[in-house]
C-alpha cells in the first residue's frame, strides 16, 4: 500500500527504506525554484496560478510555489516559514524603483542588471572591533511579532492535513553567512584569519540572535513539524572557504550550541545546508547533531563519489539533494536528466536515507521540461527496491 508523502519522508529520515525516495522541492530558497522556470513547469502543466516570491521578497527571485504545482512535482514537503518584520517589506516595497533593498539586518542586495539582484550592502565592512559591534544600530528586532504571526496556523493546518512532511525553514538565519553579509565574504574571511577574536565574537552575537527569534519560530510550530532547515555555506567547488582546523577552532561551537538549542524545544530533525565540497566535515555535521545534509553538490569535488560518502557516513545522515545543477539541469537532455537521477537513486537511496533534490536553487538557466524530467524520473524510477 503506497505511503502518505509524510510517511515516506519520516521512513527514509530514519533511515528506513520507504515505498519511494522522497522529493523535497519548492520548500525553501535552497530547495527552490526560481520565477522564470516555475512559469515556464506552468505553461507545460497548463497550470494556472499567480505569481509570488517566497518570503514576500522579489529580490530574492526565487517563487513561491502554488499547491497545484507542487503536486504536478511530486513533492513530499511543505514548508512553513517566518518572514521579514512587515516594516522592513513595507518599506522595500515602498523604496524607489532599483534602489538596494535592505533587510532587517542592514545588509542588503544591489540591482547588477534590470531584475538581477546581488548582495553588495555590507554595513559593518570596516568593523574590526568588539566596540565597533556594540555601536551598530542596525542589530535585528528578533521579538517583532510580524516575523512569525502567521506561522502556528500555517504549521497546524499542515499537521490536521496530514499528507505532507512539515519542512520549516526560518530565513537569514545562518551565522557565517550572516557575518558574510554584514562585511562581505573577503573582508570577513581575512578577519577570521587576522581578527580570530572580532570574528568569533561576531559571530556569536549573530548566533544569539538567530537562537532568538527560533526559540519564538519553534514555538509557534510547537509539535506540528518534521524537519527544522538551518546551514551555512562552507564549500567551493574545489574546497572548503575555510580550513577545517579554522572550521572546528571557531564555527563548529556556534553551530554545535545552535543545533543544540533547536533539539531541546523540538523532535524535529535537523536540515543542514552547505554547498561545495564539505566532505572533509561531515563526521563533524554528524558529531554534531546534523540528521541530513543538503545539497550534496556532486560537481565539487569529494561529493561526486557518492559511492564513497554512501558507503562512509549512509548510516548516520541522511542525503537530500544530488541532481546536478551546474551540467545535467541546466545542459542536459530529458534523457540524461533521468539518467543522472536514477544513478543518485540507486546510489544514495540504497536502503533509505535519501530524498531527491536539486542541489540548490534551480535557476534561470533550467529548462522546465528538465524540472518536470527529473521529478517524473522519481516517480517511475524510485520506488523500492530501487534497480
Known amino acids: 500500500m503506497p505511503m502518505t508523502p509524510r510517511e515516506r519522508v519520516l521512513t527514509a529520515v530514519h533511515h528506513e527504506q520507504p515505498d519511494r525516495v522522497p522529493i523535497v522541492i519548492g520548500v525553501s530558497n535552497a530547495t527552490g525554484i526560481k520565477m522564470k522556470p516555475y512559469r515556464g ?18 529580490e530574492l527571485g526565487t517563487a513561491e510555489i502554488d499547491e497545484e504545482t507542487m503536486r504536478r512535482l511530486h513533492s513530499d ?3 512553513v516559514l517566518d518572514l521579514e518584520p512587515e516594516s522592513v517589506r513595507r518599506r522595500n516595497r515602498e523604496r524607489a524603483p532599483h534602489s538596494n533593498c535592505i533587510d532587517s539586518w542592514g545588509s542588503g542586495q544591489v540591482e547588477v542588471k534590470p531584475g538581477d539582484w546581488y548582495p553588495g550592502v555590507h554595513p559593518l565592512q570596516d568593523a574590526k572591533t568588539v566596540e565597533e559591534l556594540d555601536a551598530y544600530p542596525g542589530w535585528p528586532d528578533m521579538d517583532d511579532p510580524t516575523r512569525i504571526a502567521h506561522v ?12 505532507f512532511a512539515i519542512m520549516a525553514t526560518p530565513w537569514l538565519l545562518f551565522p557565517f553567512e550572516r557575518a558574510h553579509a554584514m ?52 564549500g567551493t567547488e574545489q574546497n572548503l572557504l575555510i580550513s577545517p582546523d579554522m572550521y572546528r577552532d571557531i564555527l563548529k561551537p556556534i553551530h554545535a550550541d545552535f543545533i543544540r538549542f533547536i533539539k531541546a524545544r523540538t523532535n524535529a530533525k535537523v536540515f543542514f545546508h552547505s554547498d561545495g565540497d564539505v566532505a572533509p566535515l561531515i ?8 540528521d541530513i545534509l543538503n545539497p550534496i553538490q556532486t560537481s565539487a569535488g569529494s561529493m ?3 559511492v564513497s560518502l554512501k558507503k562512509r557516513f549512509g548510516r548516520n545522515i541522511v542525503f ?16 540524461e536528466v533521468r539518467q543522472e537521477v536514477r544513478r543518485v537513486m540507486q546510489i544514495l537511496g540504497s536502503g533509505g536515507g535519501h530524498m531527491v533534490a536539486a542541489v540548490h536553487t534551480i535557476m534561470d538557466d533550467v529548462p522546465p521540461q528538465n524540472v518536470l524530467a527529473m521529478v517524473d524520473a522519481v516517480e517511475e524510477f524510485g520506488y523500492y527496491p530501487v534497480q
Not at 513547469?41 to 521578497?57: G, V
Not at 502556528?152 to 499528507?163: F, H, K, M, S
Request: hydrophobic residues 40%; glycine residues 8%.
Open 41 to 58: 513547469i506552468k505553461d507545460l502543466a497548463k497550470i494556472e496560478a499567480p505569481d509570488r516570491f517566497l518570503y514576500d521578497w522579489p
Open 320 to 335: 537530500c539533494g544530488g541532481i546536478d545543477t551546474r551540467r545535467v539541469l541546466p545542459h542536459g537532455s530529458v534523457g
Open 152 to 163: 502556528q496556523a500555517a504549521a497546524r493546518r499542515l499537521a490536521d492535513e496530514n499528507q
Open 304 to 306: 561526486s563519489d557518492l
Open 283 to 290: 563526521e563533524d555535521f554528524i558529531e554534531i547533531g546534523v
Open 183 to 234: 562585511q562581505g565574504l573577503e573582508t570577513f574571511l581575512i578577519n577570521m584569519a587576522m581578527e580570530p577574536d572580532f570574528a568569533r565574537e561576531m559571530l556569536e552575537r549573530i548566533a544569539e540572535h538567530c537562537k532568538q527569534l527560533m526559540g519564538h519560530f519553534l514555538e509557534a510550530l510547537g509539535d506540528n513539524v518534521d524537519i527544522i532547515k538551518i546551514g551555512d555555506d562552507l
Open 77 to 79: 514537503v511543505r514548508g
